[in-house]
């Protein structure tokens, strides 16, 4: 099983807790440090032993990381075990238009700035990491499938206030990419608990869906939504 280390900034937390348990949803194992560290311990120990026993870590870069002196003190770490020709590998993942460090200037980087590009940069991310969690077609069940796990797992991640909007956006923007029925179905009951003018627009839309049972879905939104 690969090991990653989410290496980012308490602001942008919502956001990787949200790719952290779609990374374990494929299968990876995940250290994030809300999960892994009790009070008590010694954080210094506790970070160089999680980096140095990871295959990956994971670089979240924002304007926050960068200048987070705990996200400098771990890439300074997992950098060095790289340099050294430990197993660790450093990944960036760019959240904005922060500048990329100089020791990771050379490395090929996923941008997960768009929602709607989210699920294309994801696929990116496992290709590197584990690519067998790959879908062997479009109809394959994996980890960003919108049903009801997923669905609640995005929903969730909306009580943090800067996570609402993202979700919004990923919904509207990939909702009509959704080939199967299911995932719009559990899309659009998603909208309706998110509510606001942009996703009842979208389930009013989906009230004509081609599949009877995306359109379950949208009327049940629609009920939500206080129709």
Not at 154 to 171: F, G, N
Request: with cysteine; net charge negative; proline share 4%.
């Amino acid at each position: 099983m690969a090991n990653v280390f989410l290496s980012h900034s308490c602001l942008d937390k919502p956001f990787v807790r949200l790719v952290g348990e779609d990374l374990e949803a494929a299968g990876i194992f995940v250290w994030f440090d809300e999960a892994r560290l009790k009070i008590g311990d010694s954080l210094p120990l506790e970070l160089g032993i999680a980096i140095s026993s990871t295959d990956y870590v994971l670089a979240f870069l924002s304007h926050n990381s960068m200048g987070s002196p705990w996200v400098q003190k771990e890439l300074a770490i997992a950098a060095a075990l790289e340099i050294n020709g430990q197993r660790v590998k450093v990944l960036p993942l760019r959240l904005d238009d922060s500048p990329v460090p100089a020791f990771l200037a050379d490395k090929l980087y996923a941008n997960f700035g768009s929602a709607v590009q989210y699920d294309f940069e994801f696929r990116r991310l496992l290709t590197a990491v584990k690519p067998d969690a790959l879908p062997v077609d479009n109809h394959f069940f994996y980890c960003l499938t919108i049903g009801s796990t997923r669905k609640d797992r995005l929903l969730r991640s909306t009580t943090a206030p800067q996570m609402k909007e993202w979700v919004l956006d990923y919904l509207l923007g990939t909702i009509e990419q959704r080939d199967r029925s299911t995932e719009r179905h559990f899309a659009y009951l998603a909208l309706g608990e998110i509510g606001g003018e942009r996703a009842e627009a979208q389930v009013e839309k989906g009230l004509a869906d081609s599949d009877e049972f995306a359109r379950k879905g949208a009327r049940g939104a629609w009920k939500q939504l206080g129709h």
